[in-house]
């Protein structure tokens, strides 16, 4: 199974690119987990969760080639 995942904002100085796409991930709690070990800093850092367009609160299940948005923090002007 593999899932998209976008990134914005400081999100892309953490992992040095916009996208990434991860394999063998079952739902966003284990998508989580696993950006955690990858890459540190994310444990730290404040975003939300979008699965497919739709921002989720809870441990969703992904599908394949699902496309998933980690969106910070941000502001308007």
Known sequence: MK?????????????????????NILDTDNLVSTL???YPA???SK????????VISEN???LNN????????FSGG
């Open 3 to 23: 899932v998209n995942i976008i990134l914005f904002g400081q999100l892309t100085d953490i992992t040095g690119a916009d996208t990434v796409t991860l394999e």
């Open 47 to 54: 975003y939300v969760i979008a699965v497919d367009k739709k």
């Open 42 to 44: 994310f444990i730290h």
């Open 66 to 73: 699902c496309t998933v948005a980690l969106l910070p923090p």
């Open 60 to 62: 969703t299940p992904l």
């Open 36 to 38: 955690h070990k990858s």
